[in-house]
């Protein structure tokens, strides 16, 4: 995996997508998130925050429940063509949905202290369940295990997460359970998506401008997907569950 055939990918991606709808999916909501996290206020910081995850939870329950049943009644052809169409404006949007929510979910809560009395011990735990796993299936995937870049970024993972896991394991203290269940869904939610999920889409656009392209991996790993997709919607809305309860269970 040489960096031109990434930056490659990535171009080609936005070129199908359309390179103004590319831009603009992702700067927008990564600037709203830029501008609440440092100057806005903690209404505008929730708006940010929770349009993104209701946003990106409606996306994955209608792909799952509306698009999976009506696309894996076609053809095989047919629905190659769909993910293909498909596949290069998903791979802008959900990510960035889901980077959005999750970061904007936490540094929300890091505004908000009193939800947890050390706050930063559990972005460390919750930063090295996701960071760690995602890269080890993104190389799996993506079939890099053995490159010596995806080795370094991997190592560098490990190697920040340990460090910040040793700093800040010290201050380590208990919370409310309800806490502790996002934090789990969180990081299985960055996991699938992550690590799975966007790995998925660039094997599909890879195969997709191969010499050969493979109609049924094409449409198998489309419709990988857009199941997986529904496992992320069912996860989200228990994550949905577990705000309301923190917000009205008195915390």
């Known amino acids: ?27 927008l909501p990564l600037a709203a998130l830029a501008y609440v996290a440092a100057f806005g206020t903690v209404q505008q910081h929730t708006y940010v925050h929770v349009m993104a995850g209701i946003l990106w939870t409606g996306i994955d329950l209608f792909m799952a429940l509306v698009l999976g049943p009506v696309v894996g009644g076609l053809d095989l052809d047919e629905r190659a063509s769909f993910f293909e169409r498909l596949t290069p404006k998903t791979t802008f949007l959900l990510p960035t949905l889901a980077l959005v929510t999750i970061a904007g979910g936490v540094t929300l809560a890091l505004r908000l202290p009193y939800l947890f009395e050390h706050p930063h011990v559990w972005l460390a735990i919750l930063t090295a369940l996701s960071l760690v796993p995602s890269l080890a299936l993104v190389g799996w995937q993506l079939d890099v295990l053995d490159d010596w870049r995806w080795q370094a970024w991997f190592g560098l993972a490990v190697a920040v ?48 401008t191969s010499a050969n392209p493979d109609k049924q991996l094409i449409a198998d790993i489309g419709m990988r997907n857009a199941k997986l997709g529904g496992v992320q919607g069912a996860l989200q809305l228990v994550v949905v569950a577990t705000m309301v309860y923190i917000r009205y269970g008195g915390f």
Do not use: K
């Not at 040489?2 to 831009?23: K, Q």
């Not at 502790?180 to 939610?189: D, K, S, T």
């Open 1 to 27: 995996m040489s960096t031109t055939s990434v930056r490659g990918t990535i171009r080609g991606l936005g070129t199908r997508a359309n390179p103004a709808f590319a831009t603009g999916i992702v700067a």
């Open 161 to 208: 997460s340990g460090a910040y896991l040793a700093a800040t394991l010290p201050n380590f203290a208990w919370t409310e359970p309800v806490f502790v269940a996002a934090i789990l869904v969180v990081a299985a939610l960055s996991v699938l998506g992550f690590g799975v999920l966007m790995p998925g889409e660039i094997r599909m656009y890879r195969e997709m």
